[in-house]
């Protein structure tokens, strides 16, 4: 009894050192897989870098980096110079024309606590301080309302539009005096 039952172990250990010698590959269905992708991998990959390496550098898709007026756009000049005939006070938009412009989209609504245009109570107290201290406020901004000076408008067109919004708010200012041309005034 005891010789076939020191048998039995030892069969048993041969096949689990026979199994461990085994590979995964166990059905000739499997074969047949891993011998295909061995070949067609590393063929898609070599035809992928041959492709890469030997085609020419195309931008981006909606790349334009040497479009020739994407060039034009990159190196064209940062700023400009307008030059406004200040010989006539009709070169430069009336008060009504600045309001609709600039002013209208806070002081038309009452936006952030403007005064809204025609208000004659939101009006009152400002037009007291004097056309001298509105404008300055329009220049150089007070609360909300960011700095005019130096935008769109001139500073003259800034004046004709506070009289015009201060007017219609009950104010009684005079139209400013459009300035002086350098020409003339070295005459």
Not at 40 to 69: F, Q, R, W
Not at 168 to 184: I, L, Q, R, T
Request: proline share 6%; glycine share 8%; net charge negative.
């Amino acid at each position: 009894m005891s010789g076939t039952h020191d048998q039995a172990p030892a069969t048993h250990a041969a096949a689990e050192a026979h199994d461990a010698h085994e590979g995964p590959i166990k059905t000739p269905k499997q074969l047949i897989a891993a011998v295909f992708f061995a070949f067609v991998i590393p063929i898609a990959v070599l035809v992928l870098a041959a492709n890469y390496v030997s085609s020419d550098v195309k931008p981006a898709a909606g790349s334009d980096i040497t479009d020739a007026e994407a060039v034009a756009a990159r190196i064209q000049r940062v700023g400009a110079i307008e030059l406004k005939d200040l010989s006539s006070p009709a070169a430069f938009r009336s008060g009504e024309e600045i309001f609709k412009a600039q002013c209208a989209a806070c002081h038309a609504t009452g936006t952030l606590g403007a005064p809204k245009f025609g208000d004659a109570d939101a009006w009152g107290p400002r037009v007291k301080t004097g056309f001298e201290a509105l404008l300055h406020s329009a220049l150089k901004g007070k609360g909300a309302m960011p700095p005019q000076e130096g935008g769109d408008a001139s500073d003259f067109e800034l004046a004709r539009a506070v009289v015009y919004m201060a007017n219609n708010g009950g104010a009684k200012f005079d139209e400013p005096k459009a300035p002086v041309a350098a020409s003339a005034a070295s005459q």
